[in-house]
């Protein structure tokens, strides 16, 4: 299937800084976004780092072009992921002032009619589809634990003052684990990547009304989910990358 992608990065109106990074490659098929964090430039330094590693290890697995089964491509993923892990923590060993850095990742491969997420964190992929939108991924935060066992509801997660604690990340251990999700896609699709800067500002449900009301144009979609996120207040970093299934 044919994909037509954009993606963006805003400061937002609350930061000095932009600690994201994001890798928009329809070439590849390969889609993601890290959240950094650690202050003092070091969450930039994670995020670009996990970026980078997942690039260079997706092109090592030289799939463009062959037909590989979805399987190996989700095996591939989680091993990317988990080698951008393993080189923020080796790089924390030797770096004293990098201590504490860490990053978000979600990452959407795209081969024939099947896409797979890998994720750890709380950056999210959601799916437009028909008009009606669906989030295929779970944060893996203190918040959302609360709200699987019924403690919170997802309002009152959203504004949380310990909305922005992760319970995984890159960095934080050499071990991690990486969630996968498998998806089969449609012609007319949206699916979206973004950072917690977007969902932190904006409920769901506006998310999935400007998506749909700018489904035809990735960039406009993303340009009006940045300025809403910034008009709401914009406390962090705001990343998105939208992807339309074109056929």
């Not at 750890?120 to 799916?127: H, K």
């Not at 669906?134 to 935060?141: A, I, N, P, V, Y």
Request: hydrophobic share 40%.
């Amino acid at each position: 299937m044919n994909r037509a992608s954009f993606g963006m990065t805003d400061v937002g109106r609350r930061r000095d800084s932009n600690e994201d990074s994001f890798l928009d490659a329809d070439d590849l098929g390969l889609y993601a976004v890290a959240d950094g964090m650690g202050g003092h430039a070091a969450g930039e330094v994670a995020s670009q780092m996990a970026i980078e590693t997942l690039l260079q290890t997706i092109r090592d697995q030289a799939w463009t072009g062959s037909d590989p089964d979805i399987d190996e491509v989700g095996a591939a993923l989680r091993d990317a992921i988990e080698t951008a892990n393993r080189k923020i923590c080796e790089s924390v060993e030797t770096r004293s002032e990098w201590r504490g850095m860490g990053t978000t990742m979600v990452a959407m491969a795209a081969v024939g009619p099947d896409a797979v997420i890998g994720y750890v964190g709380d950056s999210r992929a959601y799916r437009l589809r028909d008009g009606r939108m669906e989030r295929l991924t779970s944060d893996h935060s203190w918040v959302n634990e609360q709200v699987k066992m019924g403690l919170l509801t997802d309002e009152d997660a959203q504004r949380h003052p310990m909305r922005n604690i992760v319970t995984r990340a890159l960095g934080n251990r050499v071990d991690v684990s990486v969630d996968l999700v498998r998806d089969v896609m449609q012609v007319g699709d949206v699916y979206l990547l973004c950072s917690d800067g977007l969902n932190t500002m904006l409920e769901d449900s506006e998310i999935g009304r400007l998506l749909a009301e700018h489904a035809d144009d990735p960039r406009r979609a993303c340009e009006a989910l940045v300025d809403s996120a910034n008009e709401q207040g914009g406390e962090d970093n705001t990343t998105v990358i939208a992807v339309r299934v074109t056929g």
